[in-house]
Nanobody, 122 residues
């Protein structure tokens, strides 16, 4: 059974940092890309960042230069380091996995976690 579990969310002041983790189990992790998406109340679930099974990363323009996605295959985990957080970054953050993929399209992804809340105070 495939499971993705996000952690690391919380309350942070604007300008601060958080590191989200996505722990993946039940699949051959090194064959999978992982993406991060976020959803604010009343809005669509939007792409944030993704990393392919070979480690190539891509970012939404709104987070480029502030967020960094990395993966640790030995730990079956993907991280999202978020710096210089803004109020508009507040949302529930979801990670998702796809075999041999790792792009921007939500429809591409096969398995999803339950999400972790990020709140940014101004």
């Amino acid at each position: 059974q495939v499971q993705l579990v996000e952690s690391g969310g919380g309350l942070v002041q604007a300008g601060g940092s958080l590191r989200l983790s996505c722990a993946v189990s039940g699949l051959s992790f090194s064959n999978y890309g992982v993406g991060w998406f976020r959803q604010a109340p009343g809005k669509e679930r939007d792409f944030v960042a993704a990393i392919t099974w070979i480690g190539t990363s891509t970012y939404a323009d709104s987070v480029k230069g502030r967020f960094t996605i990395t993966r640790a295959n030995a730990k079956n985990t993907v991280y999202l380091q978020m710096n210089a957080l803004k109020s508009e970054d507040a949302a529930v953050y979801y990670c998702a996995s796809v075999r041999w993929g790792g792009g921007r399209r939500r429809e591409e992804y096969e398995h999803w976690g339950q999400g972790t809340q990020v709140t940014v105070s101004s």
